[in-house]
């Protein structure tokens, strides 16, 4: 099938209706951009430009007139927003979602969209969010006993993974619980770890903020309906390409199914721990009845709540070409319903890409460099040094033409080093997925 697959863990040491918060229940690089050309050029900077909404107003039947255009102008408008090419196949009919987005994964170009910056609940895409905000700060190994407090607050009819009070698990275990299960308690523990629940969601924001995902306002970090939680296709696409230069989130995100620790029991003074299987709830990666898994899929993660509908954020790879797709509470209420969508989506967007005039992008972090990437600082490289050197030794030659002519050859070796690295290191970075061929 040409699905896309992780490796094993990459951490140091490694159908039924859906619950509230997600669905019930049931490893990628990009290849390296080589940078062939020495020469290269820096588009200017996006000026983000959000329209204010009130996040505590629920989202209306219709989109609003004004909605931001970060990314954009188009993107901004309400309706469908495509350049379509000559030849370009055009949008499927078939798709009722209320907000909808296109996109490649490593240009940021947006193919199409509807809606994008409509602000809608988002259930457990929001996860996106947390593991993108969180993952980092626990090494995979580290373990946590849970207490009883670690698993309050969670929502009524919350999806859970089966986490026990007073078990052992380590971090490694908590996100399998988090991506394939969607299991609000593995979050909330998680967020225990993390001094609390309203500690992370004010790190949520804050990082939600740095993406300059501004349509987005957390109050849970599950992803459970909240008065004003509320996000975009668009805010939840960025969430998923920041993710998705993670190793550890890739791992998760793609992982079909896994053995999660049980319950410990105790007979004759010995102790045991069993296992179960968990299977991930996005049918694009694992299948279900009435559809299979998508060809290329890779991640990334699903939601569905009474508020927000059924959602899902995909990204998918073939011939070389990452996609990424963000489907929101379609209409139409068959069973699967926004997989089918999202799959429709992703076949236009392969038959489309490099034929369509892109009508936004996907905007880098505000934290990145000239290059795009986030915290490049060509000073903090090799190259960046050599730059410096070079000067100083041309200082010291004074009238002399050698050290003049050594340290002009020696600028113009770094500032092509320096060129190969923002070219080589643009948002995102070229290694999200690898491909693996499957019978």
């Given at each position: ?63 609003p ?131 609390g ?9 804050a ?42 989130f ?44 998508y060809r ?22 073939r ?47 505000r934290?990145a ?14 190259a ?18 050698v ?8 600028g ?28």
């Amino acid at each position: 099938m040409g699905r896309l697959s992780f490796m094993g863990s990459v951490s140091p040491f490694s159908r039924s209706r859906s619950l509230r918060g997600g669905e019930p229940r049931s490893g990628h690089r990009l290849p390296l951009v080589s940078a062939a050309v020495v020469s290269f050029s820096l588009a200017a900077p996006v000026t983000a430009v959000a329209v204010p909404q009130s996040p505590a107003v629920s989202p209306s039947a219709t989109p609003p007139a004004a909605m931001s255009t970060v990314g954009g102008g188009l993107l901004g408008r309400p309706g469908t927003q495509v350049n379509l090419g000559s030849g370009t196949a055009v949008l499927p009919k078939d798709v009722t979602a209320r907000s909808w987005i296109v996109a490649d994964a490593e240009s940021g170009d947006v193919l199409a969209a509807h809606n994008a910056h409509w602000r809608m609940p988002p259930a457990s895409t929001l996860k996106m969010l947390f593991a993108d905000t969180v993952l980092p700060r626990f090494p995979s190994s580290e373990q946590h006993k849970v207490v009883p407090a670690d698993l309050t607050g969670m929502g009524a009819g919350s999806s859970l993974v089966g986490i026990k009070e007073g078990e052992t698990y380590t971090v490694h275990d908590l996100w399998l619980g988090v991506f394939l299960r969607s299991g609000n308690d593995a979050v909330h523990v998680l967020s225990a770890m993390n001094r609390g629940v309203e500690q992370t969601v004010k790190d949520m924001q804050a990082h939600a903020e740095e993406l300059q995902a501004l349509d987005t306002h957390v109050v849970s970090p599950d992803g459970y309906d909240s008065d004003g939680q509320v996000s975009s296709a668009y805010d939840l696409t960025l969430f998923a390409r920041s993710g998705l230069q993670k190793k550890d989130f890739r791992e998760y995100c793609s992982t079909v199914r896994a053995q999660f620790p049980g319950e410990t029991t105790e007979k004759k003074g010995k102790k045991t721990r069993a296992s179960f299987e968990i299977q991930n709830t996005n049918r694009l990666l694992a299948g279900d009845s009435d559809i299979t898994p998508y060809r290329g899929i890779a991640g990334v993660k699903n939601g569905n709540t009474t508020n927000a509908g059924a959602t899902f954020t995909g990204v998918a790879e073939r011939n070389g070409r990452v996609l990424l797709v963000t489907v929101m509470n379609p209409e139409k209420k068959e069973h699967n319903e926004v997989y089918k969508e999202a799959a429709r989506l992703l076949d236009w967007g392969f038959g489309a890409a490099g034929k369509v005039k892109p009508v936004g992008e996907l905007v880098a972090p505000r934290g990145a460099g000239a290059g795009g990437q986030a915290g490049a600082n060509p000073s903090a490289t090799g190259a960046g040094k050599a730059s410096a050197r070079p000067g100083t030794a041309s200082a010291r030659g004074g009238s002399s033409g050698v050290g003049v002519a050594i340290g002009v050859a020696g600028g113009v070796v770094a500032l092509l080093a320096v060129g190969v690295f923002l070219v080589n290191r643009r948002w995102p970075l070229p290694d999200l997925v690898r491909r693996r061929t499957r019978p």
